[in-house]
């Protein structure tokens, strides 16, 4: 029979917006394990699960941290009270906590006393209704009416009229039938209650016990900080919407989003969890991308779903047209639909599609080895090689509405190389054979019809280092100290290492750079 062995939530905190999808562990009736789902429109041997949420009242109201959510608040920012920011972010756990949260926190009320001076009044903002700036100063008790305020959605009702539930000093209410809930602004400060249960297709009567889970209590959606933008000069002028006006100019980014599969705990132990979870980042991601309205968009780190399932549909409805280009798996023993790669897209309105290169890296490992590896070295070489970083190249033609007057009919070609070199420090060699590896492969495109070269992507490498200044230079000095790890010989004679595009840098933001 369909038995439920276990249920679990990715992310430890739920966030108001963000998807929570429990991870549902079955036993088949042929004993087989799987996640994979049994509505009852497909039932399972007669069988079929049922999922309930519940928000879980508390008979005691009680205010939670803005910061950490899962301890109990003892002190308010009165300088939110006055501002009329979301009462939810006005409260903290610990003086340390206001402290230390300070210079995010202060962003609250400068937005607030901006949003004052400029409208005059109450406006709906990206952190909530402010109408004048207020000070750091913090309440040390919580009054009654100060813990209601969060537990409720302006003066709307909180709860549905009807109560589904009572246990103790605790009443659920129901609010989803589906395996898959979304928080809503009502939720804020409340636990929420998942159940799972196998039920007979043709009684409708429960079979077995009934599996459940209780989350932290759900918080609003937190806003990321502002990024301190760095203006390039020279580089036309921005129109109304942010867009470059001059003559000929087009913009450009590209962005390493750490695929869902690397962002671990493990990993990033300074995150929490929540803040790491993909439903939460994903959202943040669009609207940065989306925020920026560059004309190319090249994305490293981009898993196989996400890209068919979220951003190729989400960007397409802004106008853009993408390419896709997954790494290889000969290395990768995981899922194969969380594999990721990278991800290029260009606004329809000002390119179209001429033609599509995709580069291997291990395919050119394979050809390095069998032309200049001795036999016994093989192995050896292409564990050291074989990587599965790929590189997307695009060619795109400018739709141009007036041509130039000193060469009509032109067609206005760029090529576009978006690339994730390996991460690995220990391998500077192979980070250099790659990048020496597109690079002239780039250069047999330019040459066949002397097309721009725009080369982006997470280069895995610092400035000073070989494939900088492969990229930057040209070439790659002979006494570089980057070019004394060569196990195999593949980077010799050194002055083999050099290029003829003429590409500079115009974009570096950790390890992800643009070349043009």
């Known amino acids: 029979m369909l038995s439920v062995l276990r249920v679990h939530l990715p992310s430890d905190i739920p966030i108001v917006g963000c998807e929570l999808t429990p991870y ?66 006005s409260y903290h756990c610990t003086p340390k906590c206001f402290s230390d949260a300070w210079q995010h926190h202060r962003v609250l009320h400068d937005r607030a006393a901006s949003a004052a001076n400029e409208n005059g009044n109450e406006e709906e903002e990206l952190y909530g209704r402010f109408n004048n700036s207020g000070s750091g100063s913090i309440n040390t008790s919580l009054s009654a009416s100060a813990s209601s305020a969060s537990l409720t959605n302006g003066s709307a009702p909180v709860y549905p009229a009807a109560v589904t539930q009572r246990s103790g000093g605790e009443t659920w209410f129901e609010v989803g039938q589906f395996k898959t809930y979304t928080p809503t602004a009502d939720d804020i400060g409340h636990v929420l209650k998942f159940e799972c249960t196998v ?58 989003i750490l ?94 599609h001429v033609k599509k290169y995709e580069v291997e890296f291990n395919k050119a490992a394979q050809s390095l080895t069998d032309a200049v590896i001795p036999t016994t070295q093989k192995k050896t070489a292409l564990n050291r090689l074989v990587k599965d970083n790929i590189a997307l190249i695009v060619v795109l033609e400018a739709k141009v509405i007036n041509q130039p007057v000193d060469n009509p009919g032109k067609r206005q070609l760029l090529c576009v190389a978006n690339t994730h070199v390996n991460v690995h420090h220990d391998l500077m060699d192979v980070k250099l054979w790659q990048v020496h590896t597109l690079l002239k492969g780039l250069e047999k495109i330019a040459a066949s019809a002397d097309i721009p070269m725009l080369v982006c992507g997470d280069f895995n490498s610092i400035p000073g280092s070989a494939p900088h200044a492969l990229l930057a230079m040209g070439k790659v000095d002979p006494s570089h100290p980057d070019l004394a790890v060569d196990p195999l010989n593949i980077l010799r004679p050194h002055s083999k290492l050099v290029h003829q595009l003429p590409l500079c840098l115009f974009v570096f933001c950790k390890n992800s750079w643009s070349w043009i």
């Not at 079955?26 to 087989?32: A, M, N, W, Y």
């Not at 109304?240 to 450009?252: C, E, L, P, W, Y």
């Not at 690397?262 to 939460?280: E, G, K, M």
């Not at 991601?285 to 004309?295: C, F, K, P």
């Open 259 to 352: 695929s869902d599969a690397y962002a671990s705990n493990d990993l990033y132990n300074y995150c929490p969890t929540w803040a790491l979870s993909w439903p939460y980042r994903r959202q943040n991601l669009l609207r940065e991308i989306v925020g920026y309205r560059a004309d190319i968009i090249c994305l490293q780190e981009v898993q196989s779903d996400h890209y068919e399932d979220f951003f190729s549909p989400e960007l397409d409805k802004h106008g853009y047209y993408g390419f896709y280009k997954r790494k290889t798996n000969e290395v990768y023993n995981g899922n194969i639909n969380t594999i990721d790669g990278c991800a290029t897209f260009f606004r329809r309105d000002r390119f179209s």
């Open 24 to 89: 549902v562990l079955l036993r088949r009736p042929d004993k087989i394990v799987t996640t994979d789902d049994v509505p009852e429109t497909a039932p399972l041997d007669g069988h079929f699960l049922r999922y309930k949420w519940y928000r879980v009242q508390s008979d005691k109201k009680v205010a939670v941290c803005s910061v950490h959510p899962s301890e109990p608040a003892t002190l308010q920012c009165l300088g939110c009270v006055k501002s009329k920011i979301p009462v939810a972010k």
């Open 199 to 256: 039920v007979d297709a043709e009684t409708k009567l429960t079979v077995g016990h009934v599996n459940t889970l209780l989350t932290s209590r759900v918080i609003p959606a937190p806003s990321p900080s502002p990024r301190r933008l760095i203006p390039v000069d020279g580089m036309g002028h921005l129109d109304a919407d942010g867009r470059i006006t001059s003559s000929g100019t087009f913009t450009v980014l590209s962005y390493n």
